[in-house]
């Protein structure tokens, strides 16, 4: 079981809707989550973090956290042609532990 | 605030050369910096973990003699490519974390790519 898992996607949404991206983990020590945004060719941008159960509203960004699932997710609501990327999800254990990363969900929002 | 900075943004070089890439942590201190390399269409593939004052540690495959990283201040980590063949090859991104109260987050640079002729 890989320790982060994430569907690949492509995932389309039409403009305007709600994107929603999920990721599931493995390591039931895990106590932090974070959300980064990846441009082609560009390094990853840190969008959300979440480090208790339930919802945190940032903007159009919302992460759900359910840690007895061992799920995570991210919702985009209003979705523009610029939230096309690929979405990376990042549990870590602890402060002092590494961030593994899944292997992303490319979005694309179709105008 | 928490902007990293890494340089070059990209480099050419020959085969069997060194290269050297620095990031730093422009508005806060790190600790801990963190190197990565990406093929294209591929995960981030962390290689080591960089502690300011003391040795790096590395992952698993990585060879440490190759990708020598120093973390010489709370704002400066250097990764070096020695004797780069052409399959070193990617995107090479660091991270530094950020500890803010009872939050601890990593952000990157904007990544170096690196192409061994």
């Known amino acids: 079981q890989k320790e982060v898992e994430q569907n690949s996607g492509p995932l389309s949404v039409p403009e305007g809707a709600i994107a929603s991206l999920n990721c599931t983990y493995s390591?039931?020590?895990?106590?932090?989550f974070f959300w980064y945004r990846q441009y082609s060719g560009k390094s990853p941008e840190l969008i959300m973090s979440?480090?208790?159960?339930g919802d945190k509203e940032d903007g159009r960004f919302t992460a759900q956290l359910n840690k007895a699932s061992q799920y995570v997710s991210l919702l985009i609501r209003d979705s523009q042609p610029s939230d096309s990327a690929t979405y990376l999800c990042?549990?870590?254990?602890?402060?002092?532990?590494?961030?593994?990363f899944g292997s992303g969900t490319r979005l694309s929002i179709r105008p | 605030g928490a902007v990293v900075s890494q340089h070059p943004s990209r480099v050419i070089c020959k085969s069997g050369t060194s290269v050297k890439i620095e990031c730093r942590s422009l508005?806060?201190?790190?600790?801990?910096m963190f190197w990565y390399r990406q093929f294209p269409k591929k995960s981030l593939m962390l290689m080591a973990t960089?502690?300011?004052?003391?040795?790096?540690?590395?992952e698993q495959g990585v060879e440490k003699d190759k990708f020598l990283i120093n973390h010489a201040s709370l704002t400066l980590s250097t990764l070096t490519v020695t004797s780069a063949h052409p399959e070193d090859s990617s995107f090479y991104i660091c991270?530094?974390?950020?500890?803010?109260?009872?939050?601890?987050?990593?952000?990157f640079g904007p990544g170096t790519r690196l192409t061994v002729l």
């Open positions: 991270s530094a974390a950020r500890t803010s109260g009872n939050k601890n987050e990593q952000f």
């Open positions: 390591d039931r020590g895990s106590q932090s």
């Open positions: 979440i480090y208790s159960n």
């Open positions: 990042a549990p870590r254990k602890s402060s002092a532990s590494k961030i593994i």
């Open positions: 508005d806060f201190q790190a600790t801990t």
């Open positions: 960089s502690n300011e004052g003391s040795k790096a540690t590395y």
